[in-house]
């Protein structure tokens, strides 16, 4: 059975960049027909798909954090990492991991829980 965990500072300055690990155990990153996602959920709001990463390397990222939005992967560790640069106080969020079949993206993306998920981490952007 998959397992994802998330690490990273819980609190970050603003302007400075957010980055935060995803652990993978009972899976390996390589295996192709998953996406490895990266979701936030801000205080009193809903989910919000940040991006994700394949197997093979290639990303997608949502057009609203594209800019400063960056997943990458060491397959080596069986993790894949997020940046988040330039952030601010509407950053603060839990910040979540999560494995998803290639077929169930686009629920995930509007919003809804599927797939294998990490416990999440709260990362405050505050001075």
């Known amino acids: 059975q998959v397992q994802l965990q998330e690490s990273g500072p819980g609190l970050v300055k603003p302007s400075q960049t957010l980055s935060l690990t995803c652990s993978i155990s009972?899976?390996?990153?390589?295996?192709?027909?998953?996406?490895w996602n990266w979701i936030r959920q801000p205080p009193g709001k809903g989910l919000e798909w940040i991006g994700y990463i394949t197997a093979s390397g290639s990303t997608y990222y949502s057009p609203s954090l594209e800019s400063r939005t960056s997943i990458s992967k060491d397959a080596s560790k069986n993790q894949f990492t997020l940046q988040l640069t330039s952030v601010t106080p509407e950053d603060t969020a839990v910040y979540y991991c999560?494995?998803?079949?290639?077929?169930?993206?686009?629920?995930?993306?509007?919003?809804?829980?599927?797939?294998?998920w990490g416990q999440g981490t709260q990362v405050t952007v505050s001075s």
């Open positions: 009972g899976a390996s990153i390589t295996t192709n027909y998953y996406y």
């Open positions: 999560a494995r998803v079949p290639v077929e169930s993206l686009s629920a995930l993306v509007v919003g809804q829980k599927t797939g294998s």
